[in-house]
């Protein structure tokens, strides 16, 4: 893709962090392609034929990350059908694609494909709490949310792998000075407005 036409922001946290709710107020400010990795794997795992849905159930269900070439393509595949749909302005008000990409990187291997394959993503918004209150939120929604991943076992992996996988990619990161870090702690409405300071000023300044 050509980073003259799409701007990609990545959007990590822990675990319950809240990634996907300030995802969700952030394409109401400013009309983000919205693509979470975690719903995109989930979404192929349940389509009929898939030859990976076996396979991602395990990978998610152990808290574990699905093999690049898999959540890369699926990713690949939403940017362009975005895109397409959007075609020349009719949907963009700048004329450019603006992606959130929720849940992704979560693994060093993951981000220099990206960078490489697909596109430069021009920063990353991090929404750090702390494993108790992460803890706390998804055994909440566990509740009625049917995720495989939302019961004390499955989290606890979860934890494990984001603490060892995911935290070098926003060490990489910020050595490129490409990451916000934003404190997930308060209320929705509270970091929301955080969120949304941060990506005004990004815009502000390109
Ligand atoms: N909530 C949110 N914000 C709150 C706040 N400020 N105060 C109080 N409550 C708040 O929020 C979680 C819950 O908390 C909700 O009920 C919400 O109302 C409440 P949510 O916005 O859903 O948090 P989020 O950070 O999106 O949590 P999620 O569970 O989606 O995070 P994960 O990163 O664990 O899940 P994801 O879907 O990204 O990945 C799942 C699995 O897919 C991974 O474990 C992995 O196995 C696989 N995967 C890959 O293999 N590769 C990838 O690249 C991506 C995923
Ligand atoms: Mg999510």
Known sequence: FDNEKVTVIFVLGGPGAGKGTQCANLVKDFGFCHLSAGDLLRAEQNREGSQYGEMIRQYIREGQIVPMEVTVKLLENAMRATLAENHEGDGWADGKGRFLIDGFPRKLDQAAKFDQEVCLSTCVLFFTTTEEEMSKRLLERGKTSGREDDNEESIK????????????????????????????????????ETARGVVEKLFANK
């Open 157 to 192: 992996k979860r934890f494990l792998v984001y603490k060892e996988q995911t935290m070098p990619v926003i060490e990489h990161y910020s050595k490129e000075e490409k990451v916000e870090t934003i404190d997930a702690s308060v209320s929705i409405e509270e970091v929301h």
